[in-house]
């Protein structure tokens, strides 16, 4: 098993969709939907039963926009302040307004959603301003469901192959993707007229203070080959400064999750049991707050629940230690951590991309389009912010959708075969050593570096040294990795992802000279927003060098308007000692 194989094999397809996680799989069924007879081929790393950030399940719907609770214009509100104004409105606004018959769809295929005595959504209050986490009491269905509908819309599934590189036509635009199989590290060449990524975060990008490599938030799987692949293909990715990093249970490094307990009554607590933080939605202002509690000595932060009834905190339990995470009921048990008894300790996350719970990704309009011709993006690793998994589902059914259409209108784009010889030989080339260094060994560097020197606040010093130390990385990545099998080979290949996105990181982050997004991009020689200069977004592309080259977008205008009172709505986000006694 695992042993490296030679073979190249070639087929095509109409919509290529690669990632068979979340937005994957509901974009190639409704790709399918639209058009039966479209040849449409699902591509996964892993097995898409269960893969991705839902793979154990999820515990509910963190921003649905339910009638009756919020409008599309609310939401669309909220989100442009939630992320400091750095949106393009028309694909969240898109979101908003498809997102509930997305929810009546999944429903519709066994997912049960919480509803009230009177039958409606139950829909729980978590964000600063509205209404919009509806929980999932059967949560640990969704793949199963997902899957049912694949086999239903006969997608035709890839398990076990990863992408590596896009191919691309000499018109720019998409001609398909070359891939490894995960067990053999045979070559697969898929043409396609269109193709849409939907290959989740870059979560392995920091180091977790665990310093397990695969001990991350995210799916470990997802270690940002979406991102760099987009990158390599001449794709321009959007405000990528703008990190992910979440408050999560300390040791473990998974939700801790105030959205599940707010509702009930729990909350954020620093070391004294008091509240510190109005709203515990995640954002980058919040993120601040809880670095500026540690700062000044009134850390560790908690999750408290210790003050809630037995009855309430058990309740609580059943969701958490059962649907999304299975594993978190042991870790706390084998801890003697009782959440009746005991506040939860809380830490802060290593930075990672995500568009899901932040706003980097590659960037994409309404139609989820990237920048190349015939390439679509959804979920974590398009530019959508705060897209969370309803996000992942809806504009994987809009990118679906389009692309489908798309390829009626064109036929495969052709590419030079020299691409192919070239990729074969950078895959392998950590093969034909003799030895070398491991590639878990270089992807710890790699990571470790990545805490050193760019895990915010960030100092202009410490991201240029970071460039040197990632130079000489790479140079060892290029010259001395060495794969023993094609499992090996796989975590090489990841390991080059990772670096790709660490210099991006750098990259974008020198770029942005103001501080924006709370911690995410806090800048100390640079601190506070400069809107006069830096309202709009940082675009990211591979440059003539071939390295990230970074120009100015500006923001589209607003659809909705956001008042000059409204603003700064998440930047309120500290209980003074007054408040806090009140
Ligand atoms: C721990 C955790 C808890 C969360 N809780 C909630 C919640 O309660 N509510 C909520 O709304 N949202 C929640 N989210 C967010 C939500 O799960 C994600 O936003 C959403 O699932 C992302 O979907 P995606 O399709 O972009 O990525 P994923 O579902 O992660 O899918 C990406 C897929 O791409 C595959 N892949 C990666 N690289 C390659 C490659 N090179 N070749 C082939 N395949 C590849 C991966 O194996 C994976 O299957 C949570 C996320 C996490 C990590």
């Not at 705060?386 to 959708?401: D, K, Q, R, S």
């Not at 070398?436 to 991201?463: A, C, H, S």
């Not at 000279?513 to 940082?538: I, M």
């Amino acid at each position: 098993m695992d042993e490296i194989r030679s073979g190249l094999s070639e087929v095509h397809c109409d919509v290529l969709v690669i990632g068979g996680g979340t937005a994957g799989p509901m974009a190639a069924i409704k790709a399918r939907k639209k058009d039966p007879k479209a040849n449409v081929i699902l591509l996964e790393k892993a097995n898409v039963k269960r893969s991705g950030a839902i793979s154990m399940g999820m515990d509910g719907l963190n921003n649905s926009v339910i009638p009756g609770y919020a409008t599309p214009e609310q939401y669309t509100k909220e989100i442009t302040i939630a992320n400091d104004g750095i949106v393009d409105q028309a694909p969240v606004y898109k979101y908003a307004q498809n997102c509930f018959s997305i929810i009546q769809e999944l429903d519709s295929y066994g997912i049960r959603f919480q509803k009230n005595q009177n039958g409606d959504f139950d829909v729980k209050k978590v964000h600063h301003i509205g209404t919009y986490v509806l929980p999932m009491p059967n949560g640990e269905t969704v793949k199963k469901a997902l899957y049912r509908q694949l086999r239903r819309e006969r997608v035709l599934i890839s398990n076990r192959f990863m992408a590596t590189r896009l191919l691309t036509g000499k018109d720019g635009r998409v001609a398909g993707a070359i891939c490894v199989n995960t067990r053999s590290a045979e070559f697969l060449v898929i043409r396609a007229k269109a193709v849409i990524l939907c290959m989740g975060a870059a979560g392995r990008l920091g180091l977790p203070t665990s310093g397990y490599l695969f001990g991350t938030y995210e799916n470990a799987a997802n270690s940002g080959d979406g991102y760099a692949m987009a990158y390599h293909a001449g794709a321009g990715l959007a405000n990528l400064e703008c990190y992910q990093i979440n408050p999560l249970i300390k040791d473990y490094n998974g939700p801790s999750c105030a959205y599940v307990a707010g509702p009930f009554g729990g909350y954020t607590a620093n070391n004294e049991g008091n509240r510190f933080i109005e709203c515990d939605y995640w954002s980058g202002q919040m993120m601040q707050e809880f670095y500026n509690e540690l700062q000044s000595g009134k850390g560790p932060v908690f999750l408290k629940l210790n003050h809630l009834a037995p009855e309430t905190v058990s309740e609580i339990e059943r969701v958490l230690h059962i649907v999304e995470r299975p594993t978190r009921g042991r870790f706390h048990a084998n801890r003697g951590t009782d959440y009746k008894e005991t506040m939860i300790e809380m830490h802060i996350s290593e930075i990672g991309f995500c568009s899901g719970h932040s706003a980097s990704g590659v960037y994409v309009d309404e139609f989820a389009r990237t920048t190349v011709p015939g390439l679509y993006a959804a979920g974590d690793m398009a530019s959508v912010p705060h897209n969370y998994m309803l996000g992942a589902f809806t504009n994987g059914a809009v990118a679906g959708e389009h692309a489908v259409d798309f390829v009626k209108e064109v036929n495969f784009a052709d590419y030079d075969p020299a691409a192919i010889t070239a990729e074969q030989e950078r895959v392998l080339a950590p093969t034909k050593r003799e030895d070398g260094i491991p590639p878990n060994q270089i992807e710890y560097k790699i990571r470790r570096l990545v805490n050193d020197y760019l895990q915010p606040p960030k100092v202009t010093r410490k991201m240029e040294l970071a460039q040197k130390r990632f130079a000489e990385v790479r140079d060892d990545l290029n010259t001395a990795m060495y794969a023993r099998d094609s499992h090996e080979l796989m975590r090489a290949l990841e390991t080059q992802s990772i670096i790709d996105c660490a210099d991006m990181a750098a990259a974008a982050s020198l770029f942005r000279t103001e501080s924006r997004w709370g911690l995410y991009h806090n800048r100390v020689e640079y601190p506070g927003r400069d809107d006069e200069n830096w309202f709009c977004h940082s675009i990211l592309t591979k440059g003539a060098d071939g390295k990230p080259s970074l120009t100015k977008k500006e923001i589209a205008p607003y659809i909705i308007e956001i008042e000059e009172h409204e603003r700064d709505a998440y930047y309120k986000q500290r209980i003074h000692a007054s408040e806090a006694a009140e």
